[in-house]
């Protein structure tokens, strides 16, 4: 079973979120989305400085099998990519909540977001 | 539609596989991941359940007269012990399946379709049977498949074969097949193995019964443990076979297309005697030119940036629609996006530079010679 880590929170199309209060927050693709997606090999990211609106689509995911399109969970400034995983994609597989990360955005709006316990729920992670 | 399982199934359960619809058949997608198990069976193994294939068994005096009229190509001149990759056209020239032939005797053969069009060929064959002396038995369901894939699928498979039979597997040439020994379980069955697949790399495809079949796998798997093999899904069957540029059936291959368009006019053997299913019709195609100098013809795409072309995906030349992607993925042996298409004759010639529509953005292929991927002899 895939993990779905307790004190973040998700969207209905599988971001996770990082609301950490006052700063930015962090974002990017449960573990279960990883693993339905198989090997991720390419992401396209939104630019530093974008305005991303939550439950719009801000980017691409793609997969040996498929391509996804990567919805923001929240509306911001994208204020920092991970340049680590737009050159190694498999970081999204292999560390979904680490390494893995995709972007942090200075939130001004949060869109509809799960606690872990309701996203396990309906998606049929591991908390 | 009805989910047929596999007599492997259990196996697949075990080792955490996924699963996937193909052909009405719950096959196995990948067990972990997908790359993994691609870059095992190029640089080790890989051990695939291909149980959904079917298995139909011509036989009698006739038998090789009838292929010969049943199929394109050329049956009867193939030797007992080799097989033959031919198509099954109806008769306006249209491609029913792409099937393999071995010759097991003067009068028997095997003729090996793909997995949802087993039935449609069993059928087609059954419809074309009237006049020649020989019976067709559809042995499908009761025929389990296994392969192994890769550099290492000579050593691992020669583990379970008996000493005194090494040649037989060693001196076997590719497109043959031939009965080997091959112990496990607890005792050595004669299996007809076959140095054939669909990977590009060396390996063998074993028939095996049912009931035998679970046994057999679990021998092969744990043969290949020091050698690397790993139970290897569809998911990476779909990009080695990609790579080594062979059609798929129901991407590149179809009903309304042809053989000519598919770049496989020389499997089809119009000069051979006597009538045979689509003859004339295919006779027409290819005087006119289709797939050389009118119509469309399949060729390869390679990507020049990051980004893959998939199925469907219209292929543009200057803004002007020449073209729809069959078959394309990110190709993890080379490192850039792999495509297959079939486009306007006059954008085939390789070095053409092409668009493909990646969802509103263009994205620059290169028109390629197939297969993008040959493995070293």
Known sequence: MSKVVAELKYSAEHEWVAVDGSGPAGIGISAVAADALGDIVYVDLPEVGATVTAGETCGEVESTKSVSDLYAPVTGEVIEINDGVVTDPALINSDPYGAGWLFKVAVTEEGPLMSAEEYAAANGGEL | ?377
């Open chain 2, 1 to 377: 539609m009805t989910e047929n399982y596999t007599a492997l199934y259990e196996q697949h359960k075990k080792a955490g596989a996924s699963f996937t619809d193909f052909g009405g058949w719950q096959m196995p997608l990948k067990y972990e991941s997908e790359l993994a198990e691609h870059h095992a069976v190029r640089k080790a193994a890989g051990l695939f359940d291909l149980s959904h294939m079917g298995e139909v068994w011509v036989t009698g005096p006739d038998a090789a007269a009838f292929l010969d009229y049943a199929l394109a190509g050329k049956l009867s001149t193939v030797a007992v012990g080799k097989a033959k990759y031919s198509l099954i056209c109806d008769a306006d020239g249209g491609i029913i399946d792409d099937l393999i032939t071995y010759r097991r005797a003067d009068d028997t053969f095997l003729v090996v379709p793909n997995a949802g069009n087993a039935k449609v060929v069993a059928e087609a064959l059954q419809e074309r049977a009237a006049n020649f002396d020989m019976t067709v038995q559809d042995a499908s369901a009761e025929t389990s498949l296994i392969a192994v894939q890769g550099p290492a699928a000579e050593a691992i498979l020669l583990q379970l074969v008996p000493a005194e039979q090494h040649a037989l597997v060693i001196e076997l040439k590719y497109y043959a097949a031939v009965e080997v020994g091959i112990s496990f379980g607890g005792a050595i069955r004669n299996l007809l193995v076959a140095r054939t697949g669909y990977t590009g790399e060396d390996g063998f495809e074993i028939y095996v019964g049912n009931l035998e079949a679970p046994a057999l796998w679990e021998a092969l798997l744990a043969a290949g443990e020091g050698s690397g093999l790993v139970p290897a899904g569809l998911a990476c069957r779909d990009s080695l076979r990609l790579e080594a540029g062979m059609p798929l059936y129901g991407n590149e291959l179809f009903r309304q297309g042809n053989p000519y368009a598919a770049g496989l006019g020389p499997v089809v053997a119009l000069s051979k005697e006597g009538d045979f299913v689509g003859k004339e019709a295919l006779a027409a195609l290819k005087a006119a030119g289709v797939g050389s100098t009118i119509g469309q013809k399949l060729v390869g795409l390679k990507g020049t940036g990051r980004r893959a072309a998939r199925g469907h995906y219209p292929v543009l030349k200057d803004g002007i629609l020449v073209g729809e992607v069959t078959s394309g993925q990110p190709s993890p042996t080379l490192g850039y996006p792999v495509a297959m298409t079939y486009v306007d004759v006059e954008f085939a010639e390789p070095g053409t530079i092409l668009d493909v529509d990646l969802r509103g953005k263009p994205e620059r292929f290169e028109v390629v010679p197939l297969p993008f991927y040959r493995r070293q002899k």
